[in-house]
């Protein structure tokens, strides 16, 4: 298959996933309206059903917004030619295989977060605001990013260098160790995020004494 072909093929898979997301997210969208069903009048709370559903309509239609804006975000950058243009661009700046991946993935990186940002302030601070579902300040939203792009850049930093490494080492059978390697960090993920990471995020605290923490 040649570039063209390949490239093509890509942006169909991307065009033809963007679609098929969109159509089921209409598809949950439609039964928004739809009134509780009689047997479980019982059990919801009219006025908190309707509050649930008007939240997950408006959700749906800023999800559509954001996810179109993204896409095409994507489909400008392919099509003009953004990741050569960050290749050579990454390459004059330095000469070293990971150095170079490191700044263009860096690059790649803050473009999205850039797109990404507006959106995801927006949704913290009107969308769950107007439900009363935002428990956020703004010094911690901005602490929380800070928070993320440092152990993004700690970790992605240090799992891509690691990636090349395998690859100028192993060749033609680098996916092999590229394989291990995800599978132990994966696993190394599970054992420990809820320890390592998720206080940097979170406050925790023990579940106190009851019916609930008896039952578990």
Request: with cysteine; aromatic share 20%; glycine share 6%.
């Amino acid at each position: 298959m040649d570039a063209i072909s390949l490239f093509y093929l890509i942006i169909g898979i991307l065009v033809f996933d963007f679609i098929l997301d969109q159509l089921l997210g209409y598809l949950n969208y439609t039964w928004y309206s739809k009134d509780v069903p009689q047997e479980l009048n019982d059990v919801y709370d009219a006025d908190e059903y309707a509050k649930s559903q008007e939240y997950k309509k408006t959700n749906y239609r800023f999800s559509l917004l954001s996810s179109s804006v993204s896409f095409i975000a994507i489909l400008i950058f392919l099509f003009y030619d953004g990741f050569a243009l960050i290749d050579t661009w990454a390459r004059t700046l330095v000469n070293h295989d990971i150095l170079v991946g490191l700044l263009f993935f860096t690059v790649i990186a803050a473009a999205g977060e850039i797109i990404s940002l507006p959106f995801s302030y927006y949704s913290t601070f009107v969308i769950e605001e107007k439900f009363g579902f935002n428990k956020t300040t703004h010094k911690t939203f901005v602490i929380d990013k800070i928070k993320g792009w440092l152990l993004t850049a700690m970790l992605g930093g240090g799992i891509l260098s690691l990636v090349i490494v395998c690859y100028n080492w192993a060749g033609a059978n680098f996916w092999w160790y590229v394989w291990i390697l995800i599978f132990v960090i994966s696993l190394l993920m599970n054992m420990f995020y809820a320890r390592w990471f998720v206080p940097l995020f979170n406050k925790q605290t023990p579940l106190e004494e009851g019916t609930l923490k008896a039952a578990i």
